[in-house]
Structure formats: C-alpha cells, structure tokens
C-alpha cells in the first residue's frame, strides 16, 4: 500500500503563488487532481516516474508547473498567478502504469487531499 501525504496547501490572494508537495515511495506515475465544492474533480497536472514526460491541463498551462524528486521520494505543483476558481482540494495520486495520464482511473492510490483557497 502506498501512502501519499500531501502539504502546502493554504489561502493566498488572487495572482499569488503556492507549492504543493506529495510525498510517497515507489515508481508510479504521479498526478494532481482537484474538486471544487458541487464540482467533479478535475485533472490538474502529471509526470511519469522518471520525470521525463509532463501534462499539465489547459486551464493551468502557463502558471502551474509539476515537478518531481526522486531522490526525496517527493513530487510537486507550484502554482503561480492563481485564481480565484483555482480555489479547490487538491489531491495528489499515484498510478502503476507509470505514463503521465489524465484519467483519474489510472491511479490506484489518493492522498487525502490540502485545501487551496484563492481570495479575489
């Protein structure tokens, strides 16, 4: 079983920055997803296992930027110019298949989620 513990979430102002961070062992496939209250959850960003292939999801594209280190087991979202609908739980999740998917099927484990609140 793989545990994903995820921090850096919190509130910041409309064109600010956050850093997200996951931290979990193993070679999966990592991504970032989030829900919005009364909203589905939504792909965010993902990175293969090596950290040689990226996606990131048209609506970040340009301000956030997902990233890994293997060597600290760690993975990260940092997230500029946010937004006040960039306000959601961000949950991070690791998947076997080890290709950076959007589906959120394609993962087999999920952090329990940090709180991102941007104020306009």
């Known amino acids: 079983q793989v545990q994903l513990v995820e921090s850096g979430g919190g509130l910041v102002q409309a064109g600010g920055s956050l850093r997200l961070s996951c931290a979990a062992s193993?070679?999966?496939?990592m991504g970032w997803f989030r829900q919005a209250p009364g909203k589905e959850r939504e792909f965010v960003a993902a990175?293969?296992?090596?950290?040689?292939?990226?996606n990131h999801a048209d609506s970040v594209k340009g301000r956030f930027t997902i990233c890994r280190d293997n060597a600290k087991n760690t993975m990260y979202l940092q997230m500029n110019s946010l937004k006040a609908e960039d306000t959601a739980v961000y949950y991070c999740?690791?998947?076997?298949?080890?290709?950076?998917?959007?589906?959120?099927?394609?993962?087999?484990?999920w952090g329990q989620g940090t709180q991102v609140t941007v104020s306009s």
């Open positions: 999740a690791a998947g076997r298949s080890r290709a950076p998917h959007e589906s959120a099927v394609r993962y087999n484990y």
């Open positions: 193993g070679r999966y496939a």
């Open positions: 990175i293969s296992w090596t950290g040689s292939s990226t």
